[in-house]
């Protein structure tokens, strides 16, 4: 028998859908129910088999599920778990896919009845698409999926949705949410708002047109730029939500900026080649963890679909 027999997806984008396609191909639900605020989106789930049905209230998805998905914007959690809250089964699992955790606990745990085991999640997987056609079976493989439970979650409910992610080819790991806010923040959040100053200061140096802007990218700005192209609702909701963690990073960045404009400035060689050492020891260490590869344009494709970008 499948480990679920009812999976509910509360959100039918890029993650949704993915983990929708890897639960089918690895028999994982006996059914997979869907909500999206989308009439539009809730169709293309139904037609393109993401879902077996779909509703348009999401607390009409989670009834009877022994598993609900929360693939929303963090800021549209707290609304969601109020909605649900009381349609959901006795022993029910609750999860997440939310980039920032302490908020998405403070504002989903409040609405779940005694009985629900509530375990957040955030896979570290994605594109810079979105929507229900977006998925693939395959993006969480070799990716990490880290689980925030909080201590007085019921262990069976944290190892059944380990097991989940793990035969959906993630590795997982367990952080309380505050860690995790703070790790995301130097590793996800941060970069990203880097990546949108650095195209909106593109956009904005007249001097260079946009043409010479979309020619003569190098592969650092491409990277940018897929960045960049991420859902613009989900990052605002992340930023807003991890506010003191980003904050602090982006004030290390700053200092760091300074210093290295100073050394430009002072024509200091010798900074810059030490500084440049020590950093290029990081790319290493991702390559030998297996999270990228070293190839040109770092083995990416006009059709690589598996590139992770959260």
Not at 77 to 87: D, K, L, N, Q, V
Not at 107 to 122: D, I, N, S
Not at 180 to 197: C, E, F, G, K, R
Not at 232 to 258: C, Q
Request: charged share 20%; hydrophobic share 45%; net charge negative.
């Amino acid at each position: 028998m499948p480990p679920f027999r009812r999976v509910a997806l509360i959100g039918l984008g890029l993650i949704a859908g993915s983990m929708a396609l890897a639960m089918r191909r690895a028999g994982l639900a006996e059914s997979i129910t869907g909500h999206a605020r989308s009439a539009e989106t809730r169709a293309v789930a139904l037609e393109i088999g993401l879902v077996d049905s779909v509703h348009a209230t999401a607390a009409g998805a989670a009834a009877e599920a022994d598993l609900v998905v929360l693939a929303v914007p963090v800021g549209a959690m707290a609304s969601i778990a109020r909605e649900i809250g009381p349609h959901l089964a006795p022993g029910c699992i609750v999860t997440d896919v939310g980039s920032v955790k302490q908020a998405v606990i403070e504002a989903v745990a409040p609405h779940l009845p005694a009985g629900v085991h509530f375990v957040p999640g955030h896979p570290l997987a994605g594109t810079e698409h979105s929507g229900p056609r977006a998925g693939f079976a395959t993006l969480f493989r070799n990716r990490w999926c880290i689980l925030t439970p909080p201590e007085d979650a019921d262990p069976q409910a944290v190892a059944r949705l380990r097991a989940l992610w793990e035969a959906m080819g993630a590795n997982v790991d367990l952080m309380d949410a505050p860690h995790h806010d703070l790790v995301l923040a130097v590793t996800s959040h941060a970069p990203h708002l880097i990546a949108y100053t650095m195209v909106g200061v593109a956009d904005d140096l007249r001097r260079v047109t946009d043409s010479e802007v979309i020619k003569y990218s190098a592969a650092g700005f491409r990277d940018f730029t897929r960045i960049a192209a991420s859902d613009p609702t989900m990052w605002r909701d992340v930023f807003l939500s991890n506010k003191a963690a980003t904050l602090e990073i982006l004030g290390r960045f700053t200092e760091e900026l300074f210093a290295l404009q100073r050394a430009i400035r002072r024509e200091d060689g010798d900074h810059l080649h030490a500084y440049f050492t020590r950093t290029r020891a990081i790319r290493r260490g991702i390559i030998e963890a297996g999270q990228d590869v070293d190839a040109p344009d770092f083995g990416r494709s006009a059709s690589d679909r598996g590139d992770s970008a959260s």
